[in-house]
Nanobody, 113 residues
Framework: VQLQASGGGLVQPGGSLRLSCAAS????????MAWYRQAPGKQRELVAT???????TYTDSVKGRFTISRDNSKNTVYLQMNSLKPEDTAVYYC????????WGQGTLVTVSS
């Protein structure tokens, strides 16, 4: 499984970013997908999940601000992040939960003024 996350960058508090993650090596449409993040000095945490039927879940700290979606025609999962806060600063990774050892390089999101 290969995972290529992109779309990170430096953004001011209150700003928005859209992350993308392209997957290959799997039949994308039959797997749930998830976004995780790891802040400096902290453990990796689950941010959002999306099932094959597009049912979504979010960690409490991002509910109402982040939206996970998927495009099976492009083998890509997205994370729309609005109203960003400094505490959202982290490296963001996507992962199919059925392949817990498959991680790409992640994409860095820095929220700072």
């Amino acid at each position: 499984v290969q995972l290529q996350a992109s779309g990170g960058g430096l953004v001011q508090p209150g700003g928005s970013l859209r992350l993308s993650c392209a997957a290959s090596g799997i039949i994308f449409r039959i797997y749930a997908m998830a976004w995780y993040r790891q802040a400096p000095g902290k453990q990796r945490e689950l941010v959002a999940t999306i099932t094959t039927r597009r049912t979504t879940t979010y960690t409490d700290s991002v509910k109402g601000r982040f939206t996970i979606s998927r495009d099976n025609s492009k083998n890509t999962v997205y994370l729309q992040m609005n109203s960003l806060k400094p505490e959202d600063t982290a490296v963001y990774y996507c992962n199919p939960p059925s392949f817990p050892d498959s991680w790409g390089q992640g994409t860095l999101v820095t929220v700072s003024s």
